[in-house]
């Protein structure tokens, strides 16, 4: 049974850092398109950084261009998402998502991916 479990949120300070891990079990996560997502409260869920299966390029959003870092652990199974910089509009609950096939063109889309965890808050404030 393919599970993703995130962990790593919490309350920061605007300019603080913040590393979050999402934890792949019943499968190999090499091999899948994995996403972080963000969905602030009375807002849709939006794509913040993706990772290629295939040879590992990266999609970021334009918002966390420069300040964000996505990176996988092979060995780990278990793919991160540094936060650097983070600002009060970083708040909102972050999840990770798993899908084997994904198109170029909606590598971080929302509707591209079908297994999801639970999400891990993230809070920035003073």
């Known amino acids: 049974q393919l599970q993703l479990v995130e962990s790593g949120g919490g309350l920061v300070q605007p300019g603080g850092s913040l590393r979050l891990s999402c934890a792949a079990s019943g499968f190999i996560l090499g091999f899948y398109n994995i996403g972080w997502f963000r969905q602030a409260p009375g807002k849709e869920r939006e794509g913040v950084s993706c990772?290629?299966?295939?040879?590992?390029?990266?999609y970021y959003a334009d918002s966390v261009k420069g300040r964000f870092t996505i990176s996988r652990d092979y060995a780990k199974n278990t793919v991160y998402l540094q936060m650097n910089s983070l600002k009060p509009e970083d708040t909102a609950v972050y999840y990770c998502?798993?899908?084997?096939?994904?198109?170029?063109?909606?590598?971080?889309?929302?509707?591209?991916?079908?297994?999801w965890g639970q999400g891990t808050q993230v809070t920035v404030s003073s």
């Open positions: 998502a798993a899908e084997r096939v994904v198109t170029v063109q909606a590598m971080c889309v929302v509707p591209s991916y079908d297994d």
């Open positions: 990772i290629s299966s295939s040879d590992g390029s990266t």
